[in-house]
């Protein structure tokens, strides 16, 4: 479709290696000025970069705060390249006028696959067996090793990944238990705990799935871990805020926790060259994995796709369908209009300004959607005008008190 902004001009700025899929993505939608990075940039750079680009992708070490995106003077959207939009100032994002994107399901199969399989590796006490065969020692023995079967996994955070978890742990005759502060349906067998620590102390495997909240900071600290059952296991392939860390490596040392697997810190280096400091490194019964848990080549082309679908069909048509921090519209075509987009401060009186210059100048509006949230309204307009009257009707929109943003799109 023809955009009134040429798509040659839009300029796409990928961050973190992200897949491939996503630069074809873009390019079969036309869009042709696409900067690609392996890894993500110190925040200097990141200022410099993100200063003329329209859309901008990343993964999870790209922190975009209110500092960062006050220097996006261009940007359009934001493509969270994975789940965790936690790196992303949303508020602040919406306050711009910048819907953010993600991908809610492409990577879930993924960490629930890894998160089995360390169970099953911690119940064997395979870490430290495997760190002494390395160091040409030898340990056979079946003392502290056990089977998945009849053990209680704890799940807490009953959603995408925690429900796959807890039907591929009962597969193989786990018993499963979850925690959520959402009623959620039970799938097999599974029970809902009646509170954490409820959970913490029946469980011989607890593993955390919450995002990153206020509530969930250091969820699980030396109060949380002296809960837990004697030798429990714990993995945590979250975030790392969940767990303090120190809490952690003090019940390792006084063996009150069996082993863990830990695939995300509260800090992470920034790339692939970073040193790694944690006070888990050297513990042999503890996996480390470096924020892999979704990182398939399965997820990750998945995700090129859905993010970069979603952020091209946003920029040409105007959908916010599945933004996680603005209001959501999806529009049908109306090829023979013109398309105004308006986003402004949810303030009364905004919308019948708008009208109001619609009816003023004896427009007739095909169709109008509009869809607030508490901070941001989003209106899309699409009238029959040709090219210079929706210019002369996007600059008046633009005067609006309250408009954070306006596009024409075609
Ligand atoms: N290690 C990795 O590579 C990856 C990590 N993740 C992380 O996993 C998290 C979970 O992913 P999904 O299952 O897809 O998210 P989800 O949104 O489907 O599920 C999260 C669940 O946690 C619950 N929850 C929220 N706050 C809670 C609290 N305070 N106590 C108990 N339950 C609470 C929610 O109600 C929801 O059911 C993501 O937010 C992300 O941070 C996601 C993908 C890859
Ligand atoms: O793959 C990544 O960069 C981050 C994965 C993740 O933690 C997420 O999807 O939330």
Redesign the pocket.
Known sequence: MKTSFPKQDIKVLLLEGVSRTAVETFQRAGYTQIEYHAKSLPEEELKARIADAHIVGIR?RTHLTADVLDHAKRLIAVGCY???T?QVQLDAAAKLGIPVFNA??S??R??AELVIAETIMLLRGIPQKNALCHRGGWTKSATGSFEARDKVLGI????????QVGVLAESFGMRVIF????T?LSLGNARAATS?EDLLERSDIVTL?????P??KW?IGHNEIAKMRKGALLIN???GTVVDIDALADALRSEHIGGAAI??FPAEPKGNDDPFVSPLVGVDNVILTP?????TLEAQDNIGIEVASKLVRYSDNGSTLSAVNFPEVTLPEHPHSSRLLHIHRNVPGVLSRINELFSAGNMNIDAQFLQTNPDVGYVVIDVSADEQQAAALKEKLSAIPGTLRTRLLY
């Open positions: 999870s994975c789940i965790g936690n809610p399901y990577n879930t993924s960490v807490v955070g009953y959603g995408h990944i925690g429900t925690h959520d502060i959402e959620k954490l799935h919450v995002p990153e909240t509530a969930t969820m392939a979250s975030r695939d995300v924020h892999i848990g979704g990182s």
